[in-house]
Structure formats: structure tokens, C-alpha cells
């Protein structure tokens, strides 16, 4: 049985075949606190996605929308010493990846 906890969706996995390659979505199992979270495997490739909004409305005449995009140099089997030198700040492939996954949702969103 898939635990859940108040407040918070229950957990849901989906699983399908895609080129001949198993896609599972994971769904309100990670990331708890944040407001949803779904986790993607397809192949040997893993993305965790989140997404967190605010229970207030925001007074603005813009939408507030960030796009982060991380690649852990961990997960790659990068390892240098300390914090800074192991994460770093972003690298452009990371801002151009943000910023391509930015563009075409922000439309989606109604106006006002």
C-alpha cells in the first residue's frame, strides 16, 4: 500500500513501453514537500521534477515562474572536494535547459 501523508497526494507509479524501453512515472512518492513532485526514469536516465506554488495569491502583473535545472556532478561520478567545487554554480547547459523548459509552459498559464 502506498503511504501518504495529510495534506499530500497518494503515491501513483505508471509504466509503459516507450521504443521498446520501460518509462515509469512515480508520482507523490519524493519530494514531499514540495506541492508536486513526479519522478521519471526511462532507461538509465532519472529526472526528478518538482513544482511548488504558493496556497496565497500573488499580487503581480507578472508570472512568477522559476525553472531550475540540476545536473549533480555526483550522479555523473564527478566528485571534487568541497560544496563550491562540487556543484558549483550552473553551466550554461543547465541555463539554456531551464530556460527551454521556461518558454513553452508559460503560456500555458491563464493571464491576471
Given at each position: 500500500m502506498p503511504d501518504a501523508t495529510p495534506?499530500?497526494?497518494?503515491?501513483?507509479?505508471?509504466?509503459?513501453?516507450?521504443?521498446?524501453?520501460?518509462?515509469?512515472?512515480?508520482?507523490?512518492?519524493?519530494?514531499?514537500?514540495?506541492?508536486?513532485?513526479?519522478?521519471?526514469?526511462?532507461?538509465?536516465?532519472?529526472?526528478?521534477?518538482?513544482?511548488?506554488?504558493?496556497?496565497e495569491p500573488i499580487e503581480a502583473d507578472f508570472l512568477p515562474l522559476t525553472v531550475e535545472f540540476e545536473e549533480r556532478h555526483y550522479a555523473v561520478g564527478k566528485i571534487p572536494g568541497s560544496f563550491m567545487r562540487r556543484e558549483g554554480r550552473p553551466g550554461e547547459k543547465a541555463i539554456l535547459s531551464a530556460r527551454m523548459t521556461d518558454r513553452p509552459i508559460r503560456p500555458l498559464f491563464p493571464k491576471g
Amino acid at each position: 500500500m502506498p503511504d501518504a501523508t495529510p495534506n499530500t497526494p497518494q503515491a501513483h507509479r505508471y509504466e509503459t513501453q516507450v521504443a521498446g524501453r520501460p518509462l515509469v512515472l512515480e508520482a507523490g512518492k519524493y519530494a514531499k514537500q514540495a506541492s508536486g513532485s513526479v519522478l521519471v526514469r526511462y532507461g538509465d536516465t532519472v529526472v526528478l521534477a518538482t513544482a511548488q506554488a504558493s496556497e496565497e495569491p500573488i499580487e503581480a502583473d507578472f508570472l512568477p515562474l522559476t525553472v531550475e535545472f540540476e545536473e549533480r556532478h555526483y550522479a555523473v561520478g564527478k566528485i571534487p572536494g568541497s560544496f563550491m567545487r562540487r556543484e558549483g554554480r550552473p553551466g550554461e547547459k543547465a541555463i539554456l535547459s531551464a530556460r527551454m523548459t521556461d518558454r513553452p509552459i508559460r503560456p500555458l498559464f491563464p493571464k491576471g
